[in-house]
């Protein structure tokens, strides 16, 4: 009953922000922004501790993934929000003259973010930044599966925020229950296609868009690579792509590897050594890397493993320790295709490599599975480049490294099919959260006669030229010329 | 992942009871049945007996359900009969809509939508197939709605044809990737954004303006290289069956298709996965058609309505103004548009002015007796006409009426009428009229506008006639609506470089010129970056060093980077 009177009263003091109208300023929008930073500053420590306490991220990862990721969208917003704000104009056909056109950009309204618990606070802060640039009031409902994190961003984000405009409400289940059934101006999720799907239905009862930042198993296409150099440069990517990033447990971190079978054995030596040198050989003693989240995420993991013919083909790593919640990196090759292994999105430090006669059969395989939110490629083929950007779909591609598009600002970061709709990420998180309102100004004069009825042959005539914008012939029309000549 | 397991299954019931709620709209507006059928719906619309249908909705399966239709199409003597039949068809139209898909994935994996060629064949043919059948489509619409040849050239013919000029001279354009800039993190690295089409995409469209609004996102799907299919509206049954007829003979109909039909049709057709739904229509079917798209999280486009307010201020041109009302309102399929003025504001004193002159150039327009002028549209059938007809005999309005309000039944006609000051809380205030009433709201004060149009759902398109430039201003940022137009009505609409489309219970998304291209297509993020240029700071062991180095490295701080990597920070 507590939690529903909560969702209730943040929801109408949102509203009755909003209506005041101060969220729309830019100085109300660059003093959140502003806000945010100062909080990432004061907090580093305490963030750190909370990631490791969910996740067991080093301090490093932590502060490439998550801190440092907010801080530069949020000085990125920072520089760009007043220029975000001005409305476009936009060329007018001379038809109108005198008539002015502008695309204005304004907030939505009252908008609810779901976050999610592989990167807690990045995914959380990083919508935020979006909604409060465009100038709109916010409920964000942080994952209850990293609790450290989302405790944190509940007691500290009041403190620095316009607590009247930003709330972050906790909870599981219930509690987004509740908040689905508000009616909000906008809904951000980020999380699976299932809770997606939910999320989605919610909002069509309300007629809410929604943006839907969901995963997918992401593969990456590893051609025959001229220069044995390029390899290894490529398996430290793959290398550092894979366990990295919250050990695997990332939308966008590379699910499987596809590989030509003669190059498979190289790559695996590859791998296996920079595994060593990053993260070292114990799994007891693995301190550069996170842990799974939780129990169950660890038993669904060791599930995809438990499969014979899974086991069957793990040729490095594979221990668990599940007082931990451990789990080695691990290399499998050629799983079976139809085993659960390759049909779920694994979203863990599983690493399957799928071998193929010739890597151009890698079209064909990602064609026949549900599109990813991202494909790496490490080519050097700029046919092959061709083909993949062409012939394949997906939320992004990225050639010869992986993970970086994350932190490209200027690149609109979202999914495709299974793997969601929207995106967001530097003007696109401001486009995401705002309404593009055409205005058109006209005057009084010149008035047209030819537009009202009582309709005749010669507004007709008129019309025909006007929409084919022959103002040479409109001329003629007008002075009477027209009939002599036509 | 999150939440899933105790949230689906209220939400399924809530969904459940909401497209209950529905079927109504779906069938008015939607769909429609045999005209027994039609009238049993309108009875029970007459006598608000929704109770005995709401026994039949605790568990109906979406989007249509054979219960309720059984309902509705039982003879007394036939029932089962009539339910293994109504069975049957259901499942036939599944599987037809099925096969369909099916059909049109292929085309499209064949990858032959894509290339710049075949988009530009097919839209050639639609502007020749335009060019050439004018005649078909004025007389299609002329049996539909009575629109007048003028208008049917203005709004259907000559704006469908601008669109696929507009399309075909920019298409190339369009098509190219756009270049962007990368940051430092990523150097050295090139990135672009390339449009690709979608896939298979749905276009729902609606029956007032049934030419242009099939034909308008359809020439967007195709311009951004998807397979299409096309709904159109069965209320215009003429245009309906003439595009099915017209499309099949122009264009490749491996890749685009028409499916002729109404609420079983569009249902099965509801139930497949498409990439993209382009609906346009009612909020109550929007929300229809959001939901079944949320099961295979297709993103949607809606093209809703809503009440449009059109604000008047005292310092007009009042001639103009009055004239420009009048052809978007009464000019514009006779009020039955999305972006037509819905209700008039202006100020007490105005009033009568505003009204006098909206009389006169009526007059001016539609003669002395505008049910017999040929320049006005009929109302579309029975059932809006009752509608139209209740809205305007309800009790505290009908002696409200000002000018016009004439009615005839046999022809479906209604004239312009012009009501003043009607009670806030009569029906005609609540919901979206789409006819030819024009309610006249009087306000103390101009401003006070603002929270008359505030304090409802939020339109599709806010007019404004004023000279005031601190009142534009000051309603371009107050008010919220999918486009605002001042000192004239709806011609945004024809403005290519605006995107047209609504926010709130008005829609979502938008299309018309480059926005009809982006509106189907998805923008690939590609980045391409060379071997070299690999920082051991990515990549674990992880150092203090390291965290100093990312810190000025993600904050583009180039001299503090340089700094942590030789140590002196």
Not at chain 2, 75 to 90: F, G, R
Request: charged share 20%; glycine share 6%.
């Amino acid at each position: 009953m507590e939690a529903v009177a909560e969702v209730g009263g943040s929801y109408a003091e949102l509203s009755q922000t909003f209506r005041s109208r101060r969220t729309r300023s830019v100085a109300w929008r660059k003093a959140q922004l502003q806000a945010i930073l100062k909080l990432l500053h004061d907090h580093e420590v305490q963030i750190f501790d909370a990631l490791h306490q969910d996740l067991r991220k080093h301090p490093v990862e932590s502060f490439r993934d998550e801190i440092g990721v907010v801080l530069k969208s949020a000085n990125y917003s920072l520089s760009c929000v007043e220029k975000w704000m001005a409305p476009k104009k936009v060329p007018i056909p001379l038809l109108f003259f005198p008539s002015k056109g502008e695309v204005f950009p304004e907030p939505f309204g009252l908008v609810l973010i779901f976050s999610s618990w592989n990167f807690p606070i990045s995914l959380s802060l990083e919508p935020l930044i979006g909604a409060i640039s465009a100038g709109n009031t916010v409920i964000l409902k942080p994952s209850d599966l990293a609790p450290a994190c989302s405790s944190f961003l509940a007691k500290t984000i009041p403190l620095y925020l316009d607590s009247n405009a930003v709330k972050v409400i906790e909870g599981g289940m219930d509690i987004a229950e509740k908040l689905l059934q508000q009616k909000w101006d906008k809904i951000f999720f980020t999380g699976s296609p299932q809770v997606g799907r939910i999320v989605m239905s919610a909002a069509a009862k309300h007629l809410t868009p929604v943006t839907l930042e969901l995963g997918g198993k992401c593969p990456t296409i590893l051609d025959s690579l001229p220069n044995p150099s390029d390899i290894k440069v490529a398996a430290k990517r793959i290398a550092g792509g894979k366990w990295g990033p919250c050990n695997g447990q990332a939308c966008i971190g590379i699910d499987y590897v596809l590989v030509e079978d003669r190059i498979a054995s190289a790559l695996i030596e590859s791998l296996k050594k920079n595994i060593n040198r990053f993260y070292g050989e114990n799994v007891n003693n693995l301190e550069n890397l996170s842990r799974i989240v939780n129990k169950q995420h660890f038993d669904r993991l060791r599930n995809l493993l438990d499969d014979p013919s899974v086991a069957a083909s793990i040729v490095h790593g594979g221990s668990l320790d599940e007082k931990n919640l451990m789990i080695e990196p691990t290399i499998l090759l050629n799983p079976p295709l139809d085993a659960e292994i390759m049909t779920e999105e694994i979203f863990g430090p599983l690493l399957p490599i799928i071998t193929l006669n010739n890597i151009q059969e890698s079209i064909e395989f990602l064609n026949s599975r549900p599109k990813p939110l991202a494909i790496y490629a490490f080519t050097k083929d700029e046919t092959f480049k061709k083909q993949i950007l062409t012939e394949t779909s997906s939320g992004s591609v990225i050639f010869n490294d992986v993970m970086v598009q994350f932190v490209c600002d200027t690149l609109p970061f979202g999914g495709v099919g299974q793997s969601g709709f929207g995106r967001y990420h530097g003007k696109y998180s401001f486009d995401t959260f705002s309404h593009e309102k055409a205005v058109l100004q006209r005057s009084f004069f010149p008035e047209l006669e030819p537009r009202y009825p009582p309709w005749n042959d010669f507004k007709m005539q008129f019309i025909r030229l006007a929409y084919r914008f022959d103002y040479f012939g409109l001329l003629l029309l007008l002075s009477g010329l027209k009939r002599t000549f036509a | 992942m999150l939440f899933i397991a105790g949230i689906s299954s209220s939400l399924d019931t809530m969904s459940g009871l909401s497209i209950n709620n529905n079927l109504f709209a779906l069938h008015c507006r939607v769909g429609a049945g045999p005209a027994s059928v039609d009238r049993a719906l309108r009875n029970r619309f007459a006598n608000n007996s929704t109770a005995p249908l709401q026994k039949h909705q605790t568990h109906l399966s979406f989007p249509y359900h054979h219960r309720y239709w059984r309902l509705l199409c039982s003879q007394p003597c036939s029932a089962t009969l009539t339910l293994m039949a109504e069975e049957e068809k259901k499942t036939s139209d599944i599987e037809r809509a099925s096969l369909l898909v099916k059909e049109l994935r292929e085309c499209f994996d064949s990858g032959k939508t894509r290339s710049y060629q075949w988009r530009v064949t097919q839209l050639k043919s639609i502007a020749k197939m335009v060019e050439e059948r004018e005649e078909d489509i004025v007389t299609a619409l002329l049996k539909d709605l009575s629109k007048p040849e003028m208008e049917t050239f203005v709004s259907e013919i000559s704006m469908t044809k601008g669109s696929c000029k507009l399309a075909l001279k920019e298409l190339n354009h369009w098509m190219m990737p756009e270049k962007v800039k990368t940051s430092m993190s990523t150097f050295p690295s090139s990135a672009e954004i390339v449009s690709e089409p979608l896939g298979v995409v749905l276009v729902i469209s609606t029956w007032n303006y049934p030419f242009l609004l099939s034909l308008d996102p359809v020439i967007g799907a195709i311009a951004s290289g998807n397979a299409v299919v096309l709904k159109p509206s069965e209320i215009a049954p003429a245009t309906s069956s003439l595009l099915a007829k017209l499309l099949e003979e122009y264009v490749d109909n491996s890749a685009i298709r028409v499916v002729e039909g109404a609420i079983p049709e569009t249902s099965a057709l509801l139930e497949q996965k498409w990439d993209k739904i382009f609906y346009t229509g009612s909020k109550r079917v929007g929300r229809i058609v959001m939901a079944a798209a949320a099961k295979h999280l297709t993103p949607v486009i809606l093209e809703l309505g809503g009440k449009n307010p059109a604000v008047v201020d005292s310092n007009v041109n009042l001639q103009v103004a009055a004239r420009r009302i009048i052809a978007g309102k009464w000019g514009c399929n006779n009020g039955q548009a999305c972006i037509a003025p819905d209700y008039i504001i202006t100020t007490i004193d105005f009033a009568p002015k505003l009204i006098d002159a909206l009389r006169s150039e009526l007059k001016e327009f539609f003669g002395e007796e505008p049910m017999e002028s040929k320049d006005i549209s009929r109302i579309v059938n029975l059932y809006h006409f009752t509608r139209l007809k209740n809205l305007m005999e309800e009790d505290k309005v009908f002696q409200k009426i000002v000018v016009g309000g004439q009615i005839d039944q046999n022809q479906l006609k209604i004239a312009p009428a012009i009501l003043l000051d009607i009670p806030e809380d009569s029906q005609i205030m609540e919901e979206e009229i789409f006819g030819p009433l024009l309610p006249i709201i009087t306000v103390e004060n101009l401003k006070d506008s603002f929270a008359v149009i505030n304090s409802r759902p939020k339109p599709l398109a806010a007019y404004f006639f004023t000279d005031n430039e601190k009142l534009k201003k000051d309603f371009v940022e107050n008010i919220s609506a999918g486009g605002i137009v001042f000192n004239d009505t709806i011609v945004h609409v024809t403005v290519s470089t605006l995107p047209f489309g609504g926010v709130g219970e008005s829609g979502m998304g938008s299309y018309h010129g480059k926005f009809s291209f982006d509106a189907f297509s998805h923008k690939k993020a590609v980045l391409y970056r060379s071997f070299k240029g690999d920082s051991s700071t990515r990549y674990p062991p992880y150092t203090p060093g390291k965290q100093r180095f990312l810190k000025s490295f993600l904050n583009g701080d180039i001299l503090g980077a340089i700094f942590a990597l030789v140590g002196w920070s």
